[in-house]
């Protein structure tokens, strides 16, 4: 059965009091309860006394940002030392991650860059899944990312080929973004369907959708605005192929508390449960 699951990532206690209500689950992304060190990072102490009875009242999955699985020399160290904390405090039914790099040689991009399908890249992305998972010892799960660029024609794999080959190799599992594949239809022209006709559905166990905007014609996956139609039907089309996905979550960033009002997150959150019924 497809749970209902919604982001958390704010200390707006109205807020969280709302989300959970509707939640069959918890998400939280290590980032955003982070605090800088001189080494690093770590997960504020606040932040772990105002997950702990979340966490009580609803089991927790985690979705990373900050891994940059994709970088050439290494995946971020003071991320995993995130991970590390909250599995610690916190042991989360699976985890996730952008299937991307966000920093080159140690400098943060400020976005998400999706990775060149090739065989160069399997080799490099796939012994490090493997060895997250050895890591933390739950399902890890990748998830495609909103193209900043055209695809490159020398790519050897089509973007759905590329995901199903690392999942063949290393047993991961697939989040499915499908405001991401949202944001590629517009941007790029991509067939949303065709994508996941050619996707190994049955590795997928969660769906994510989420609000994004226009800006000067390019479509952003910002995660403060309400989903909009083509977001709404392409969930729907992904929740009758994807029989083993175990959850779909509503991402909102906390931003959206101001802008759009706790009450009118709330009532999008029984919109989109109302997906599951279907």
């Known amino acids: 059965m497809t749970r209902f699951a919604i ?13 959970v209500a509707h939640a069959d689950l918890i998400e939280i992304t290590p980032d955003r309860w982070a605090m800088p060190t001189r080494s690093g990072a770590t997960i504020d102490e606040r932040a772990k006394r105002f997950l702990a009875p979340l966490a009580a009242q609803r089991p927790l999955i ?36 952008h299937l991307a790099y966000c920093d080159v040689d140690g400098e943060p991009l400020g976005t998400m860059v999706e990775l060149p399908c090739d065989e160069e890249t399997l080799d490099l992305i796939c012994p490090r899944v493997e060895e997250i998972q050895d890591r ?3 399902p890890f799960l990748l998830e495609n990312v909103a193209r900043a660029f055209p695809r490159d024609d020398d790519d050897t794999y089509a973007s759905a ?15 499915l973004d499908v405001h991401n594949l949202r944001c590629d239809v517009h941007n790029f022209g991509v067939d949303a ?16 959708i989420s609000g994004g905007t226009d800006y000067k014609g390019f479509r952003l996956d910002i995660h403060s605005r309400l989903v909009d139609a083509m977001t709404f039907d392409l969930a729907r089309v992904a ?14 960033l906390g931003e959206a508390i101001t802008t759009l009002g706790a009450a009118a997150i709330e009532a999008e959150a029984v ?4 997906l599951l019924r279907n």
């Open 136 to 138: 933390y010892g739950v």
């Open 7 to 19: 982001t958390v990532d704010s200390y707006d206690t109205d807020f969280t009091v709302r989300a």
């Open 161 to 175: 080929d590329f995901v199903n080959r690392v999942v063949r190799r290393t047993g991961c599992g697939i989040l």
């Open 193 to 208: 369907l065709r994508y996941m006709d050619e996707l190994d559905v049955s590795a997928v166990r969660e769906i994510h």
């Open 271 to 274: 919109r989109l449960k109302s």
């Open 62 to 97: 985690m979705h990373g940002v900050g891994l940059s699985l994709g970088s050439h020399d290494r995946v971020s160290g003071a991320y995993l030392g995130l991970l590390d904390e909250l599995f610690a405090d916190f042991r989360p039914l699976w985890h996730s991650e």
């Open 239 to 252: 929740l009758a192929r994807c029989r083993n996905a175990d959850a779909l979550v509503f991402e909102v």
